[in-house]
């Protein structure tokens, strides 16, 4: 049987990335419709050999509709997924909207598929850093369960869309030519420069991209006493997110068990050589499925600890990839 799939944000970054997915993947796709906003209506975009004309979405778009990959911001899906809902499709939404609803599954399909089976027409993809994160370390908390996580982030600018992307090199041309660096998109100036994360600040003065890490990975893991701590930075890499990562366990964890463990873990890919201070990187990262996961060593603060880096492709396993994937998971528990 084909399903007949709708992009909603199709001309972002992560939707392009999308259409990118469902050809290279031979999802069993029926008919594919791309929607956006009303500025976008009317254009094209090219999937396979075809031009598909991008419609505005509108209340009959979900008519017909079997699957909805959502990438179009929060607010976007809080006002038209309901409404795919009750025309009957499935949506996989990009969104923090519903991440946290308890009645909305949060999914990676390497750690905790089980969860879709509970679905009520929307499933939510977590957020890009959570993703990558998750992947890397669950292997290692079904071994042994991690009692303390403490993540250190290095975000490209592709998390805040493709407008950020182009502003990032627009900015780099600016400063190579003597000229200021202007920032629209982003709040600050990213080209050589760094800068805490943008996203709101919350009241307990970690912003919000650093309390998504805390509160999706307890529900990935359905484990709300892991303790988790965050710092969130971006940084002038187009289209791959770095993390830095500390593991505490009850007892020692060795690194030769974790390094063989890792060697084997579905979507991770093992990067490193010590002789050659060779790691995972954002470049290398980009454009793959895995994430990359090297550095693995022993915490020498601490005897209980692990210390890793990770580098994974945020548009692809940090999204696109990850909605794709859940979307297969569907299909194959005959989940629609
Ligand atoms: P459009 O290009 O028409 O603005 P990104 O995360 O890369 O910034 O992409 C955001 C995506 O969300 C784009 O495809 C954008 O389409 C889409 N979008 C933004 N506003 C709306 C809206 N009001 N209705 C539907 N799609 C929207």
Redo the contacts with the bound molecule.
């Keep these: 049987r084909k399903y007949n799939v709708a992009i ?9 990335e999308l259409l990118a997915l469902l050809e290279e993947r031979n999802f069993p796709l029926g008919k594919l419709k791309v ?7 009317g ?1 094209s975009v090219k999937f396979a050999d075809e031009d598909l004309i ?1 419609e ?2 509108t209340e009959s778009s979900f008519d017909d509709v079997d699957i909805v990959l959502a ?3 929060g ?2 899906s809080k ?2 997924l309901p409404i795919a809902t009750k025309a009957g499709a499935v949506s996989i939404d990009n969104s923090s909207a519903f991440r946290m609803n308890p009645e909305v599954p949060l999914i990676v399909p390497e750690v905790n598929p089980e969860a879709a089976a509970k679905h009520k027409g929307i499933i939510a993809n977590p957020n890009c850093t959570t993703i990558l994160l998750s992947v890397a370390i669950y292997p290692l908390h079904q071994v042994q369960p991690i009692q303390r996580i403490v993540a250190a982030t290095y975000q490209s600018a ?1 998390g ?6 182009e502003e990032v090199k627009l900015q780099s041309q600016a400063i190579l030519n003597g000229e200021p660096a202007i920032a629209e998109v982003l709040p600050y100036p990213l080209a050589f420069n760094l800068f805490p994360h943008n996203s709101p600040m919350t009241d307990n003065s970690y912003c919000e991209e650093e309390m998504k890490m805390v509160n999706e990975t307890r529900k990935i893991f359905d484990d709300p006493e892991i303790r988790i701590t965050a710092t969130c930075v971006r940084v002038p890499v187009l289209r791959a997110h770095s993390e830095a990562i500390n593991l505490e366990f009850a007892q020692p964890f060795s690194t030769d068990k974790a390094r063989e463990i890792l060697a084997s873990a579905s979507g991770v890919q093992l990067v490193e050589d010590f002789s050659k201070n060779y790691f995972p990187m954002p470049i290398e990262a980009s454009g793959k499925d895995d994430v990359l996961v090297g550095r693995i060593r022993q915490d020498i603060s601490h005897p209980n600890a692990l210390e890793l880096w990770l580098c994974g492709d945020q548009i692809r396993k940090g999204a696109a990839l990850n909605a794709v994937q859940i979307a297969e998971l569907l299909i194959a528990k005959s989940l629609l």
């Design positions: 909603l944000g199709a001309t972002g970054a992560v939707g392009t929607l956006a906003s009303e500025r976008s209506a254009k991008i505005a979405v990438s179009a911001g607010s976007i006002k038209w592709s805040a869309g493709a407008r950020a992307m």
